[in-house]
């Protein structure tokens, strides 16, 4: 009789655990496009199961929180999991306990993008957190461990992937330590003989060949051009750097009163460099700062396609100018 009982006892046991395993390995998610789930901080596991249940993922709760039980320790990731057709209570758990069918999506960042405009298309990235919103520029570089260093031109213009419920302060110190790597790159490998105190300069002038710039291939001529007036202890006279001392003060066309308004930036008014980059350079940028092309050019104006005119004298500049403007070709 006891044997008997035993058997019974066992039987039901098996019973109980196929049909939990049953509840915990069968298909759960029947939408034809699965589900998209945002797993936000903080949530405890019962409250995570509940939700799902309550929002028709998973079917059996119970099932589930059985199996968690003896894994306390498997730590929640934060983020937006696509959980596909088909996908079991089983499957759905493990994706949110190992990150794996997180959904990332796209943040660019533009070459020449200036660090305001950065900060204001962060806002815009939706599911972004925006930790960074009440911060003032020195307030970000000081989180970035750099308090002295200006933010201008220091992140990396590239595609970085986030899920939702990242910082925006995540993006930044990706792009931060991207631009602190490119840049070490590129001016470990620099030409010799380059007229920079160090990598920072070259970082500045990076900057306002990214504004200046159009075609690739004008990159290291426009180059030339800088090193050619710095050379020779001439102006840059680079209207970019006088439209960043701008600010919001700038229509959309620089006047004789901008070329002579006094700004720190005003390359036309202070020899060398200005005091900081004025955008984000991109990489080709930055090998054409310090693999600059030895020319005899001083002076470059744009053809209005992209292209520009390179001249070795003033006479034959202003000749340019002068076609360019028959042309209708010059702002």
């Keep these: 009789m006891k044997k008997k009982h035993i058997c019974y006892s066992i039987l039901i046991l098996l019973i109980l655990i196929t049909t939990w395993l049953y509840f915990l390995f069968s298909p759960a998610v029947s939408e034809e496009n699965g ?20 929002r028709g993922i998973i079917n059996h709760p119970l099932a589930l929180l059985i199996y968690t039980l003896p894994h306390k ?12 057709k088909g996908s079991s209570e089983y499957s759905i758990w493990k994706q949110m306990t190992t990150g794996t069918g997180l959904m990332y999506r796209p943040f660019a960042i533009i070459p020449g993008w200036t660090f305001r405009q950065l900060r204001t298309e ?5 599911g972004l957190r925006p930790v960074t919103a009440t911060l003032t520029d020195q307030q970000i570089m000081e989180r970035l461990g750099s308090p002295n260093l200006a933010a201008e031109g220091e992140f990396f213009p590239d595609t970085y992937n986030y899920t939702r419920g990242d910082t925006d302060f995540l993006i930044l110190k990706r792009a931060f330590k991207r631009m602190q790597n490119k840049l070490q790159e590129v ?26 710039a159009f075609l690739d291939s004008e990159r290291s001529m426009i180059a030339g051009v800088f090193m050619n007036r710095l050379a ?9 750097t006088v439209i960043y001392g701008l600010g919001n003060r700038f229509n959309g066309k620089i006047s004789k009163e901008n ?3 006094d700004t720190p ?20 940028s930055l090998r054409a700062a310090v693999h600059p092309e030895q020319t005899r050019f001083y002076y470059y104006v744009s053809k209005g396609n992209g292209a520009h005119e390179f001249s070795a004298t003033l006479e034959a500049h202003h000749a340019a100018v002068e076609a360019q403007k028959k042309n209708g070709k010059t702002t």
């Design 265 to 284: 930036f005003n390359t036309y008014l202070h020899k060398g460099l200005p005091p900081t980059p004025i955008a984000m350079p991109g990489f080709s």
């Design 232 to 240: 020779n202890d001439m102006p840059l006279q680079v209207d970019a």
């Design 35 to 54: 589900y998209v789930y945002y797993l936000h901080p903080g949530i405890t596991k019962r409250a995570l199961i509940n939700d799902l249940h309550a």
């Design 122 to 126: 962060l806002l815009k990235a939706q």
């Design 73 to 84: 320790n498997a730590a929640l990731k934060v983020g937006e999991y696509h959980f596909l």
């Design 259 to 261: 070329l002579l308004e």
């Design 187 to 212: 001016w470990n490998n620099r030409m010799a003989g380059l007229p920079y105190k160090n990598s920072y300069e070259a970082l500045i002038v990076a900057s306002l060949i990214e504004r200046e």
